[in-house]
């Protein structure tokens, strides 16, 4: 533990020179990640000049933000590549559609499936990754006899 860096609870926090004017910035880095997580300001110190120091509290806080803002990519991935439309079917029951997406870089694949109120699968097929799952496409899927989607 250092003025600028800072290594504990599987954080780097590291004091920078900010490159867009006089300032400081601070990184968090993931321990085995080569990329911040995290980039922001920093306080300058009473001499206007060089960074505040890290402090026990300033740097729990920075763990706990990096630790929210890698929280917030998670779920935004999540919901990009699991979507799930509800559609009433012929019976008058609920029926979930659901799109999920595995973005492999050599070879990106898509399933969209069927199932009951119980959770029982009623239909699969591929699709492309970049299918666009709607309620309408949803509901056509389900009409046809959860045959080729479109």
Avoid: C
Avoid at 41 to 64: E, H, I, Q, S, Y
Avoid at 116 to 140: F, I, M, Q, T
């Amino acid at each position: 533990m250092e003025p600028r860096l800072w290594r504990d609870d599987g954080w780097t926090a590291r004091v920078i020179k900010n490159e867009d004017d006089d300032g400081w910035a601070v990184e968090m880095t993931l321990d085995g990640e080569s990329e911040p997580s995290l980039v922001g300001p920093w306080t300058m110190g009473r001499d206007k000049k060089n960074p505040k120091p890290l402090d026990p509290p300033a740097f729990f806080t920075l763990v706990k933000t990096a630790n929210e803002v890698l929280r917030r990519h998670e779920q935004q991935l999540h919901a990009l590549l699991h979507k799930s439309v509800k559609v009433r079917g012929e019976d008058g029951g609920s029926i979930t559609v659901k799109l999920d997406i595995d973005p492999n870089e050599d070879n990106p694949t898509a399933v969209l499936s069927a199932y009951d109120v119980l959770g029982e699968e009623l239909g699969r097929a591929s699709v492309a990754p970049s299918y666009k799952l709607n309620v309408e496409r949803a509901a056509r899927w389900i009409a046809g006899g959860f045959g080729k989607p479109e």
